[in-house]
């Protein structure tokens, strides 16, 4: 495979996108030295289901803030219902590929109606009535020690059961 | 996203992502991940293909159903519907946009310190 400064080309059109390496390059070019260091551990953290997922309750959370006034202008974690399905999420300023898509249609990012589609089928035990929008922040320690305990408070007050993230 | 299911994890809630960046994932570490090869954006597959979405969100739960071990990693069998070289396009940096770019930030950083002046605790996007 031919590699130029992160790009692979010509003898191979499906790969993975080098999406930190674009990212450096992509940043080293507008001027900023420090390259992002995405964080790394050793070890994964896991929990086995604890009961199957015909009885299990879900949980939806999303980086796509709501379509609202507050959610356009601050980035922050926000609860929505999930019914009605929202029509529309706010995208903007997060690093989705707007020169080949868009995110006019939530169902290509935000999976509601399928899994309302799989509760009613009897696959999960019931999707959660609200749903979560978490910002990505450039601070490790704002999700870390913010963010997510805040995320797992509401969570447990929903008796979430198992988590599905979808990252736009 | 990695952060926040690593941490919903290590207090008893399995999690499943469902994503496209297979190289962050990896970097990062995370129990269960279902990784779609689309461009950014559209993680459940192409827009208003409905079919798509439906089985990309069955094969997510699946993995939580049969994962037994962190770091589980499954491959969606679907492609993209659009332009075959989008993987080439993500943040390109070329001679021709190279002098947009630093002028775009220079930009950024003069907008990045009024928003924080304006509202300190404002997050940034990641890039």
Redesign the interface.
């Known amino acids: 495979m031919l590699i130029i400064q992160g790009y692979e080309t010509i003898v191979n059109k499906t790969y993975d996108v080098p999406y930190m390496e674009r990212t450096r390059l992509y940043y080293e070019a507008q001027g900023y030295s420090e390259p992002y260091a995405w964080a790394h551990f050793a070890n994964t953290p896991f929990s086995a289901l604890q009961k199957p997922l015909s009885e299990s309750t879900v949980s939806l959370i999303t980086t796509a803030m709501p379509d609202t006034e507050q959610g356009r202008s601050e980035r922050k974690l926000y609860s929505s219902l999930t019914t009605p399905v929202p029509e529309t999420m706010y995208t903007l300023g997060l690093s989705w590929h707007d020169t080949v898509t868009h995110t006019q249609d939530i169902g290509s990012f935000l999976p509601i109606e399928p899994l309302l589609v799989i509760q009613d089928e009897g696959g999960i035990g019931s999707l959660a009535p609200r749903f979560h929008s978490v910002p990505t922040a450039y601070s490790q320690r704002q999700t870390l020690e913010e963010d997510a305990p805040e995320l797992l408070e509401r969570l447990r007050e929903d008796q979430t059961d198992v988590a599905l993230l979808v990252p736009l | 996203?990695?952060?926040?299911?690593?941490?919903?994890?290590?207090?008893?809630?399995?999690?499943?992502?469902?994503?496209?960046?297979?190289?962050?994932i990896e970097?990062?570490?995370?129990?269960r991940y279902l990784?779609t090869?689309?461009?950014?954006?559209?993680?459940?597959?192409?827009?208003?293909d409905?079919d798509m979405?439906?089985s990309?969100?069955?094969m997510?739960?699946e993995l939580?159903?049969s994962?037994?071990?962190?770091?589980a990693i499954q491959r969606s069998p679907y492609?993209w519907n659009?332009?075959?070289?989008?993987?080439?396009?993500?943040?390109?940096?070329t001679d021709e946009n190279?002098a947009e770019?630093?002028q775009?930030?220079?930009a950024?950083?003069a907008q990045q310190t009024e928003m924080k002046k304006l509202n300190p605790r404002?997050?940034?996007?990641?890039?």
Not at chain 2, 7 to 15: F, K, N, P, R, V
Not at chain 2, 27 to 31: A, K, L, T
Not at chain 2, 82 to 93: F, H, I, Q, T
Not at chain 2, 122 to 127: D, H
């Open positions: 996203m990695s952060l926040v299911a690593r941490h919903l994890e290590s207090q008893g809630i399995a999690t499943v992502i469902i994503g496209s960046a297979m190289d962050i970097h990062v570490g995370v129990p990784h090869d689309f461009p950014l954006g559209n993680p459940l597959g192409n827009p208003f409905r979405q439906l990309h969100t069955s997510a739960l939580l159903r994962a037994s071990k962190a770091n492609s659009g332009d075959p070289d989008w993987r080439d396009d993500y943040s390109k940096v190279r770019l630093a775009a930030g220079e950024r950083r404002q997050l940034i996007p990641n890039p």
